[in-house]
């Protein structure tokens, strides 16, 4: 049994190095003194302080951050109406096809989505003369992709979530929305949380999407990354992706500890709420 254990734990660590070295590598770099990828010529922090001065890279970075920011509250907001309207209401005209539409966008290839989204955009543009390509396009586009990744993380807690308390609800008085707001919504929190941080993620580091629906002046940081690489990488990019992953890495940090309170607060009051009628 030992020698299994250890064999197994050899390949977790196998696999661990092999997601995280270049990670590791990429940040080390974020502090080498030369221009040259994979030169290490002395240790600097020159190109964190010539970051500022990157006016394309802040532009684009800033870009990024609201369209991840508004794309994660309207993906959570639109995919919790979903999944509340598929996992409550099994029956209704349509469900089937509805059902279909939503989920689409998580089998169907982005090159596609961004096409389709591009011809609509550009249509609409000639008949009402906006939108105009840029944060409002790539937004709508991020919204749809992002949507259907936040109906499936609510709908699997709706499925787990008991449904004898909204019945206790309507027992005693509360209307329907009145039961969503007091007794649903509470319940899913934690899925709520981890719909909005996975749509926000998914929204800063899209390119295909963003490379269709930006425009003039609208490039995304991930779009910004994607043309300088391919002429060579600037070190500052490697700065902006060591400073991305520590923002990552605290959300993520924060993130967990939040919902594992807010679990060993729900147990505990479910363990008193048993003991009270025992």
């Known amino acids: ?40 010529s002395g240790f600097s922090t020159q190109w964190y302080s010539a970051l500022p001065q990157d006016t394309e890279i802040i532009a684009g970075f800033t870009l990024s951050l609201k369209i991840a920011v508004l794309t994660a509250f309207s993906s959570v907001l639109l995919g919790t109406f979903a999944a509340f309207v598929l996992d409550r209401y ?7 096809l509805f059902s279909s539409m939503v989920n689409a966008p ?26 105009e ?14 949507m259907a990744y936040a109906t499936v993380v609510v709908q699997s807690r709706l499925r787990e979530m ?5 019945e206790a609800a309507m027992d005693l008085g509360c209307r329907p929305h009145q039961v969503f707001f007091l007794v649903t919504l509470p319940n899913i929190t934690q899925a ?18 963003s490379a269709f629906l930006s425009g003039p002046g609208s490039s995304t940081m991930p779009i ?24 990552v890495s605290i959300g993520v940090i924060l993130s967990s500890l939040y919902i594992a309170r807010a679990e060993r607060l729900r147990q505990r009051q479910i363990s008193a709420a048993f003991n009270a009628e025992s």
């Open 162 to 166: 008991s449904k004898s308390l909204e």
């Open 224 to 247: 910004v990354i994607f043309s300088r690489a391919r002429l060579g990488l600037d070190p500052r990019v490697n700065v902006v992706a060591a400073l991305t992953i520590l923002v």
């Open 90 to 96: 099994r029956q209704f005209f349509g469900r089937t």
């Open 133 to 146: 390509r840029g944060l409002v396009t790539i937004w709508i586009a991020h919204t749809l992709l992002g």
């Open 192 to 209: 709520l949380a981890s719909a909005w941080l996975l749509t926000f993620t998914l929204s800063l580091d899209d390119v295909v999407l």
């Open 1 to 40: 049994m030992n020698g299994y254990r250890w064999f197994g734990r050899g390949w977790l660590s196998v696999g661990y190095l092999f997601l995280y070295i270049p990670i590791i590598v990429l940040i080390v770099f974020s502090f080498n003194s030369s221009r040259q990828d994979m030169v290490w």
């Open 106 to 131: 998580l089998v169907m290839p982005e090159v596609i989505i961004g096409l389709s989204l591009l011809l609509l955009m550009v249509s609409l543009q000639k008949l009402f003369g906006g939108p």
